[in-house]
C-alpha cells in the first residue's frame, strides 16, 4: 500500500518528441506527488509537484497529469531534448513525515 | 551560495569499520533526510530529523545512526553491523516536512573494500 510503481524502467526518445512516464500507487492517503530528475552522480532535484486536487499541472515542457481516480499520474516532457536525458524519479508523500519514490526512469533523448 | 554539502565525495571503508557521512546545510531548514540509493533502484530512506535534538528512523535505519546536534548538521554513521553498505548516500533537507521541496547534496559514494 505504500508503493509507488513507476513505469518504465527506460526510456530512447528521439529529439523533438514527447517523453511519457507513468506512476501508480494504491495508498488514497498521499497527498503530494513531485517529480525529481537526476543526472548521473548528482542529487537530485524538483521539476515540478501537484496536489490531488487538480488534474494537471504544466512548467515549461513539463506537464504533470493526474488521475485520482485511476490512482495513476504522469510526467510529460514535450519537445525533449538532449539536455534531458537523466533520471526522472515520482514520488508521493506520506503524512508529512517522508517521500515513498518510485524505483526511477532513465531517459535517453536521440539526438 | 545556500546549499548542501556533503564530503567526502568518495569514501572506501574497509569491513567492521564504521565511517561517518558528513551532511552540512545552510539554508535554515527544519528537516533534514538521509538516503540511500542503490543502482537501478530508487531512494529508500535510512533516518530523517525535523527538529535539533529528534530523529526518526526510516524504512531502512538498521546498521546505521545519525544524529542532530545543530540546525545545520545531521551526520550519518555507518556502522559495521551494516550488512552491505556500499551505496550511494544522499543527504537532503526541507523547510519543515516532506511536502516542502527537498534540496539535495552532491551526494557520497561509499565502498566497502
Known amino acids: 500500500q505504500q508503493q509507488v510503481k513507476q513505469s518504465p524502467q527506460s526510456l530512447i526518445v528521439q529529439k523533438g518528441g514527447i517523453s511519457i512516464i507513468n506512476c501508480a500507487y494504491e495508498?488514497?492517503?498521499?497527498?503530494?506527488f513531485p517529480w525529481y530528475q537526476q543526472f548521473p552522480g548528482k542529487g537530485p532535484a524538483l521539476l515540478i509537484a501537484i496536489r490531488p486536487d487538480v488534474s494537471e499541472k504544466k512548467e515549461g515542457r513539463f506537464t504533470i497529469s493526474f488521475n485520482k481516480s485511476a490512482k495513476q499520474f504522469s510526467l510529460h516532457i514535450m519537445d525533449s531534448q538532449p539536455g534531458d536525458s537523466a533520471t526522472y524519479f515520482c514520488a508521493a508523500n506520506l503524512y508529512g513525515y517522508q517521500l515513498i519514490w518510485g524505483a526511477g526512469t532513465k531517459l535517453i533523448i536521440k539526438p | 551560495d545556500g546549499g548542501i554539502t556533503q564530503s567526502p565525495k568518495y569514501l572506501f571503508r574497509k569491513e567492521g569499520q564504521n565511517v561517518t557521512l558528513s551532511c552540512e546545510q545552510n539554508l535554515n531548514h527544519d528537516a533534514m533526510y538521509w538516503y540511500r540509493q542503490d543502482p537501478g533502484q530508487g531512494l529508500r530512506l535510512i533516518y530523517y530529523?525535523?527538529?535539533?535534538?529528534?530523529?526518526q528512523k526510516g524504512d531502512i535505519a538498521e546498521g546505521y545512526s545519525v544524529s542532530r546536534e545543530k540546525k545545520e548538521s545531521f551526520p550519518l554513521t555507518v556502522t559495521s553491523a551494516q550488512k552491505n553498505p556500499t551505496a550511494f548516500y544522499l543527504c537532503a533537507s526541507s523547510d519543515r516536512d516532506a511536502t516542502d521541496t527537498q534540496y539535495f547534496g552532491p551526494g557520497t559514494r561509499l565502498t566497502v573494500l
Open positions: 495508498n488514497t492517503a498521499f497527498d503530494y
Open positions: 530529523s525535523q527538529i535539533v535534538n529528534d530523529f
